[in-house]
């Protein structure tokens, strides 16, 4: 099926994506009174219900905006790609409130850490993993999750989980981008697990892991091997630009090195990533019937709900402006 | 044999309506679609919309126009009576349609994609509708020199 209709509704949808001189101008506000005041002329407006409610209706925006291109976007599968790490973030969120459950914490479940994002309706998720009736939920999460349980009451070990779970994770969007039939979205999710596995990677050094120890933390599928990551925590991080050159994902610790701030704080790290994930997508521009652009702008709309979060938390918690403006992503 | 000619010609002014009319056809629902994701988001930009999406429509005018040369030239409008021709006139005057049929097919659909882009450039910068008529306009060049070529041919074959 065309993409042009596509492409061109979502064209006429980015000129309602707020830009990053928007936040730097919301982060001035002196109380989140006068914030809010600010967006009143933005989508926003009509999920803000009060000072304090900013984060559910940062949700209920992007929300939307999925609801909405569900109703145009030919294959679904595209925003599957876009909504299925919500869903195993959900599963993450029930698991780990269950192992404190069965550890005796009665307080251990945190419904309002779940994301309405998924695929998955969070009640019915939640009723099936309280239920252990799993056999009608997708992306292999009907296996997955008993394989978290054993897991755990083996080793009691949550971080192994979720490991398993991000495997599992990553496993579902090389399956969906696989069944979409369009090579460049399979090439993005390949640079997505890179993305992952070298934030990882920036971490475990930083923790001074042994790399030998390391591998478990990297996930298959990549464009670079897992092994070859684990590798790198043998040498310094300072090398990593040159040793990983030959790679696309190279470019963003090059240029991190080349600013000289290559011992930058992790979420100047995420943002870089996050960043290169657009500019991957960004050939997708230029085409007037390419898929690309749907998840070019869920991902730009989702850069735009971080930036709000980033300047709402700023504004609130009083925090440095300055250091705010570096935590935003360059959405549009 | 005796209508080898006549069928020959006809065939080539209907090559020129038929091709030129497909593409154009094509043409005009690509940058439809543009059109409509466009005006969905927006509804006021219909007239620029509209007219982005015409441009492609040339190129089935240019082959109703060669169709109705061609016609002419055999007599058959007017009710006079076809002229009387051989088939080498009859593969003269199909060669004399085959650059707007071939050409009006191609660029009326390449025309389409200009427009496509164009109408989601006006989408998010309406300012530059200007520059936006000229991208698609510049494929036009290729089939009104099609239709020029085909007109020439069309003139120095001789009939009757």
Not at chain 1, 58 to 72: G, H, R
Not at chain 1, 296 to 310: I, W
Not at chain 2, 113 to 140: D, F, H, Y
Request: aromatic content about 8%; overall charge negative; proline content about 3%.
């Amino acid at each position: 099926m065309s993409y042009v209709y596509t492409v061109a509704r979502l064209r006429g949808m980015e000129n309602h994506i707020l830009d990053t001189a928007f936040f730097s101008r919301l982060m001035d506000s002196a109380s989140v009174d006068d914030a809010l005041k600010a967006l009143g002329e933005t989508s926003y407006s009509q999920w803000i219900s009060g000072a304090g409610n900013f984060d559910k209706a940062i949700d209920s925006e992007m929300l939307a905006t999925c609801q909405e291109l569900e109703s145009f976007v030919p294959d679904k599968g595209l925003l599957d790609i876009f909504r299925l790490p919500y869903d195993f973030h959900n599963v993450k969120v029930l698991l780990k409130g269950l192992f404190k459950v069965r550890g005796g914490e009665s307080e251990g479940r945190r419904y309002d850490l779940l994301s309405k994002l998924g695929t998955v309706d969070t009640e019915e998720l939640t009723n099936a993993v309280e239920t252990e009736e799993y056999s009608y939920l997708p992306y292999g999460l009907t296996d997955l999750i008993p394989q978290c349980w054993q897991l755990w009451d083996a080793a009691k070990n949550a971080q192994a989980v979720e490991l398993l779970i991000d495997h599992q994770m990553f496993r579902a969007m090389l399956g969906v981008a696989d069944g979409l039939g369009m090579p460049e979205i399979t090439a993005w999710v390949k640079h997505r697990i890179d993305a992952e596995n070298l934030r990882s990677a920036v971490r475990l050094s930083r923790m001074k892991y042994e790399a030998s120890k390391a591998l478990p933390f990297f996930h298959e599928g990549g464009t670079i091997p897992p092994d070859d990551m684990a590798r790198l925590l043998n040498e310094p991080q300072e090398t990593w630009g040159r040793l990983l050159s030959h790679t696309d994902i190279g470019a963003v610790l090059s240029a991190l090195q080349d600013s000289g701030d290559i011992k930058a704080s992790l979420s100047d790290v995420s943002k870089s990533l996050d960043d290169y994930l657009v500019r991957v997508l960004e050939g997708a521009k230029y085409s007037i019937d390419a898929p690309a652009n749907v998840l070019l702008y869920l991902l730009t709309k989702e850069a735009e709900t971080r930036n709000m979060r980033v300047a709402l938390v700023c504004v609130a918690g009083g925090l440095d402006r300055e250091f705010g403006r570096r935590l935003l992503s360059n959405g549009r | 044999m005796e209508y080898l000619g006549l069928s020959l010609a006809l065939f080539g002014a209907a090559l020129a309506a038929a091709l030129a009319g497909i593409g154009s056809a094509i043409g005009i629902g690509i940058a439809g679609g543009a059109a409509a994701g466009v005006m969905t988001e927006d509804p006021n930009k219909f007239g620029s919309c509209l007219i982005l999406q015409a441009l492609p429509g040339t190129q089935g005018i240019y082959g109703l126009l060669i169709a109705f040369f061609v016609l002419n030239k055999l007599g058959l409008l007017g009710g006079a009576g076809a002229v009387a021709l051989n088939w080498n006139q009859g593969l003269q005057i199909l060669a004399s349609c085959l650059p707007i049929a071939v050409v009006g097919w191609y660029s009326a659909i390449w025309q389409g994609k200009t427009s496509a882009a164009s109408i989601m450039m006006i989408g998010k910068k309406p300012e530059a509708m200007g520059k936006a008529i000229i991208l698609p306009a510049m494929v036009e060049t290729y089939a009104v020199l099609a239709l020029l070529t085909s007109i020439l041919m069309l003139m120095g074959v001789q009939v009757g």
